[in-house]
């Protein structure tokens, strides 16, 4: 059974009846089951944040110790067939696009490289035209030799395409599903093959199918309601580490930042109060689970937040094509407003400060 199929016939816990003391007794008990998720993401749980945030720490710490693992985005192409409503690549919006040539592949490689950072993750638009499945692979074959953990997030691919990417080097999938909500998802998608919500829902599993060791799945918090998508978010991440155990599963949970263009929707709120509670909530319903934070946060809340259940932080970003190799802006428009311009160095010093150990890659393939 897919996970499409678990969604299509799953029910919401009902919340009428739900009480304080029902939070208590969830918080008190040693392993949490699908109703606890439920309840701790609930508005009662709010007056608890402090008491969930003392066991998400303690929880992380039990079964990652004091370690942060650290990547870089590297965006190779703008180009996207899509119009998101709420992304500056939305292919309604004007602006000169472009994708690095094989040279400057390389020389971002080497640049980014040359920081220290050794985990990458190789983002495009989603354009199957402009950026084929052949011209990302041959992009991870040339950048792979400078990082052990190399990841993509593109548009969704079949298990052979995933398999092909494996063998050029890539050993990590992020696809977000940004809203498990199909109506809502329809609407913020009106034009552009990503409007298959099924096939991008499913893309996890074909990546796993693929053996690729790294599979992190998330949504854009902002969008709908955020109670719901978390909750099925971790429904979802339970069924891929149940499904897949050689995988190391992990979870995003961005928050909607700036973008180009005009804006088309209202966002919903999601405080930082929320965004602890999340991170809190899913810490303790799978504890084992990884959870990354990108520069979309600013740099004090991502301090703080080091401690309680974040085991992957994203550190000198650059959100358009390119841009690694000096310090001026690269040309284009950025996907989206980064909130954190902090370097490698500067994160890892901050990391060391909380007495965390910064770690650049924690594994090593059979071709190093
Ligand atoms: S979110 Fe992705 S698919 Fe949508 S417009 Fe932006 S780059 Fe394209």
Known sequence: MSFFD???????????????????????KESLNERDLFVL?????????????QRAHRETLKHFG??????????????????CLYCGFNRNNNFPRRRLSWEEVEDEGKAIA???????????????????????????????????????????LSRGEYELLHRFGVNGLTIYQETYDPHLYDTLHPVGPKRNFRFRLEAPERGGEAKLRWINIGVLLGLGDWRKDIFILGLHARYLMERFPH????????RLRPYFGTPAFQPQP????????????????????????TTREKPDLRNNLIPLGITRISAGSVTSVGGHRREDPPPGVPQFDVADHRSLDELVRIIRAKQYE???????????
Not at 41 to 53: D, F, R, T, V
Not at 68 to 76: E, H, K, Q, S
Not at 121 to 145: D, F, M, N
Request: charged fraction near 20%; aromatic fraction near 8%; glycine fraction near 2%.
């Open 114 to 156: 040359k920081k220290g950072f050794q985990d990458l993750l190789v983002l495009t638009g989603e354009s199957r035209s402009q950026s084929p499945v052949s011209y990302i692979a041959e992009a991870c074959k040339i950048l792979h030799p400078y990082f052990p953990a190399l990841s993509v997030e593109i548009y969704p």
């Open 6 to 28: 678990i969604l299509s016939s799953l029910k919401l816990p009902s919340i009428t009846d739900l009480s304080f003391r029902e939070v208590e007794k969830t918080l008190a």
């Open 41 to 53: 993401l609930s508005k009662e749980a709010e007056p608890y944040l402090e008491n969930m945030a």
């Open 358 to 368: 910064p770690v650049t890659h924690d594994w090593l393939d059979d071709a190093l």
């Open 247 to 254: 995988c190391d599963v992990g979870v995003g949970v961005p």
């Open 66 to 83: 004091r370690t942060m693992r650290i990547y870089t985005p590297l965006y190779i192409s703008d180009y996207c067939d899509n119009a």
């Open 270 to 293: 999601v405080t930082d109060r929320n965004l602890v509670q999340i991170i809190c909530a899913l810490r303790l319903f799978l504890p084992r689970l990884n959870i990354s934070l």
